[in-house]
């Protein structure tokens, strides 16, 4: 016999920001459930940005064993135990775990219920035996891992970011199927744990990002030891005596390669199957839930929140949109949804950290566009850091407003905070100048390309007549 519950909120999906409404929603009094038919914490703690984070640091650490020359260390040969790698990922993944647990949640006063949930009703959703009924409901699914239609694919054991982090024993030769931020990162750690990797990209690597800032990182990436195949489709896919096989059609014809572990990481896809959104009456695409502004679907007790709504696919995205929502339904406030503000972070050593227009975004838009920069070489803490490689590059308009930033190099997902909070507030260049930056620190390559706006005024003559008359004044 079905039990009827009735609550003010019903979250499905317990990531980041599904956790996240449901903690703001109770901590100002408001009855919510919250379900989860899988982990708590979702993709981002449990598959995703803590456990790469955690494999990329270790990758460090290798990479920095084996460069310490130059500051004065001999260089070592680091021993790689991946089994230890593999026990550090899930130190990091469990230490942050009781923030996202049940229990947790419980104590907050959210009734968490653990199984699948799907809508019966506009207004009402079904778990296991027990019906909810909700003033409004928050859909954070989240995404999944897109696996492409390849040829022989589903005959071979292939890894993806959700079993990727389970290995314990370091994976050989490991392939890649995709050259986005994931891929690139995977790869660039793998590499310098040991592992001999080829990435796979049909298109161009880390093609979203500033051509000019992606050569930088493809540069390093290779010269740790990974090969990059670039607009190189894979057509077939088998099992062969000593791995699996992989037919490639690339700019050179065709060819084959032989890896011992294959990873796919060609995309996410949202997670919006077995939810009963027909019935619900919620629209939909192969991209995601179609949201409005107010971030509500066209059932307008119902939001969708993070990767499921077919934007921007990052967990501080979908804690953007949780915000938002608690504005909205709790104290119907009008919000709305923007973008040109968020950051996205490519963790690869150098970084590659961007936000708002990159520079060919904004010529495809023809825009009158200025173009400021600064290298990392001229900075004075990169220079004692031995980390001169990479540059920033401010996009402003004619009259100084501040369009977007590139940043390769290290700290760059730090460095890039900063011009995000520029672009939210409408800010123009002149006040990048303003600010007092301690010395010596990486922040101040921002700060000199931002006095660059002001470089071609140095030689106006009439401001050099100026200066001249105010001096006769002594």
């Given at each position: 016999?079905?039990?009827?519950?009735?609550?003010d909120?019903?979250?499905?999906?317990?990531?980041?920001?599904?956790?996240?409404?449901?903690?703001?929603?109770?901590?100002f009094g408001?009855?919510?459930?919250?379900?989860?038919?899988?982990?708590?914490?979702?993709?981002?703690?449990?598959?995703?940005?803590?456990?790469?984070?955690?494999?990329?640091?270790?990758?460090k650490?290798?990479?920095?064993?084996?460069n310490?020359?130059a500051?004065?260390?001999?260089?070592?040969?680091?021993?790689?135990?991946?089994?230890?790698?593999?026990?550090?990922?899930?130190?990091?993944i469990?230490?942050?775990?009781?923030?996202?647990?049940?229990?947790?949640?419980?104590?907050?006063?959210?009734?968490?219920?653990?199984?699948?949930?799907?809508?019966?009703?506009?207004?009402?959703?079904?778990?296991?035996?027990?019906?909810?009924?909700?003033?409004?409901?928050?859909?954070a699914?989240?995404s999944?891992?897109?696996?492409?239609?390849i040829?022989?694919?589903?005959?071979?054991?292939?890894?993806?970011?959700?079993?990727?982090?389970?290995?314990?024993?370091?994976?050989?030769?490991?392939?890649?199927?995709?050259?986005?931020?994931?891929?690139?990162?995977?790869?660039?750690?793998?590499?310098?744990?040991?592992?001999?990797?080829?990435?796979?990209?049909?298109?161009?690597?880390?093609?979203?990002?500033?051509?000019?800032?992606?050569?930088l990182?493809?540069?390093?990436?290779?010269?740790?030891?990974?090969?990059?195949?670039?607009?190189?489709?894979?057509?077939?896919?088998?099992?062969?005596?000593?791995?699996?096989?992989?037919?490639?059609?690339?700019?050179?014809?065709e060819?084959?390669?032989?890896?011992?572990?294959?990873?796919?990481a060609?995309?996410?896809?949202?997670?919006?199957?077995?939810?009963?959104?027909?019935?619900?009456?919620?629209?939909?695409?192969?991209?995601?839930?179609?949201?409005?502004?107010?971030?509500?679907?066209?059932?307008?007790?119902?939001?969708?929140?993070?990767?499921?709504?077919?934007?921007?696919?990052?967990?501080?995205?979908?804690?953007?949109?949780?915000?938002?929502?608690?504005?909205?339904?709790l104290?119907?406030?009008?919000?709305?949804?923007?973008?040109?503000?968020?950051?996205?972070?490519?963790?690869?050593?150098?970084?590659?950290?961007?936000?708002?227009?990159?520079?060919?975004?904004?010529?495809?838009?023809?825009?009158?566009i200025?173009?400021?920069?600064?290298p990392?070489?001229?900075?004075d803490?990169?220079?004692?850091?031995?980390?001169?490689?990479g540059?920033?590059?401010?996009?402003?308009?004619?009259?100084?407003?501040i369009?977007?930033?590139?940043?390769?190099?290290?700290?760059?997902?730090?460095?890039?905070?900063?011009?995000?909070?520029?672009?939210?507030?409408?800010?123009?260049?002149?006040?990048?100048?303003?600010?007092?930056?301690?010395?010596?620190?990486?922040?101040?390559?921002?700060?000199?390309?931002?006095?660059?706006?002001?470089?071609?005024?140095?030689?106006?003559?009439?401001?050099?007549?100026?200066?001249?008359?105010?001096?006769?004044?002594g």
């Amino acid at each position: 016999m079905s039990e009827t519950i009735k609550t003010d909120i019903c979250v499905i999906g317990a990531g980041s920001g599904g956790l996240s409404v449901a903690a703001a929603a109770a901590a100002f009094g408001v009855p919510v459930v919250l379900i989860e038919k899988g982990k708590m914490g979702g993709d981002c703690l449990n598959y995703g940005c803590v456990p790469s984070k955690a494999l990329i640091a270790s990758g460090k650490r290798a990479h920095a064993m084996r460069n310490a020359e130059a500051f004065g260390i001999a260089n070592a040969r680091p021993r790689v135990d991946y089994a230890a790698v593999h026990d550090h990922i899930h130190e990091v993944i469990a230490s942050i775990a009781p923030n996202d647990s049940v229990e947790r949640f419980t104590g907050l006063g959210v009734r968490v219920f653990k199984g699948e949930a799907f809508f019966n009703s506009k207004s009402t959703v079904r778990v296991g035996d027990t019906v909810i009924e909700a003033r409004r409901f928050v859909i954070a699914t989240g995404s999944s891992p897109m696996v492409p239609p390849i040829p022989g694919l589903d005959t071979v054991r292939y890894l993806t970011n959700e079993t990727f982090f389970d290995m314990k024993d370091r994976p050989d030769k490991l392939m890649i199927i995709g050259g986005g931020p994931i891929g690139m990162e995977l790869a660039q750690a793998s590499a310098r744990l040991g592992s001999n990797v080829t990435v796979i990209e049909a298109q161009a690597p880390l093609g979203k990002d500033d051509p000019e800032a992606t050569r930088l990182v493809l540069d390093s990436v290779r010269e740790d030891g990974v090969t990059v195949l670039a607009e190189t489709k894979v057509t077939k896919v088998r099992n062969a005596k000593s791995g699996i096989e992989l037919t490639l059609e690339g700019p050179d014809g065709e060819r084959t390669i032989t890896g011992s572990h294959l990873l796919v990481a060609a995309g996410r896809k949202a997670n919006v199957d077995n939810l009963g959104l027909e019935t619900a009456g919620i629209a939909f695409d192969g991209r995601g839930i179609k949201v409005n502004k107010s971030l509500k679907t066209s059932n307008s007790k119902v939001y969708a929140i993070g990767d499921v709504a077919g934007g921007l696919q990052f967990t501080h995205v979908a804690n953007y949109h949780a915000g938002l929502v608690i504005r909205n339904a709790l104290f119907r406030l009008p919000v709305s949804n923007e973008t040109a503000h968020i950051p996205w972070v490519t963790y690869t050593d150098p970084e590659l950290a961007h936000v708002g227009l990159n520079e060919q975004m904004a010529r495809d838009a023809k825009k009158k566009i200025n173009v400021l920069r600064w290298p990392y070489a001229e900075n004075d803490r990169a220079q004692a850091e031995r980390e001169t490689s990479g540059f920033i590059k401010v996009i402003t308009d004619p009259k100084g407003r501040i369009l977007g930033a590139t940043i390769v190099g290290a700290q760059a997902g730090e460095l890039i905070q900063m011009w995000g909070f520029a672009i939210l507030n409408g800010m123009k260049i002149g006040k990048m100048t303003e600010f007092v930056s301690p010395y010596p620190t990486l922040t101040e390559i921002g700060k000199r390309a931002a006095f660059n706006h002001y470089k071609p005024s140095l030689g106006n003559p009439w401001l050099r007549r100026l200066i001249s008359f105010l001096r006769k004044f002594g």
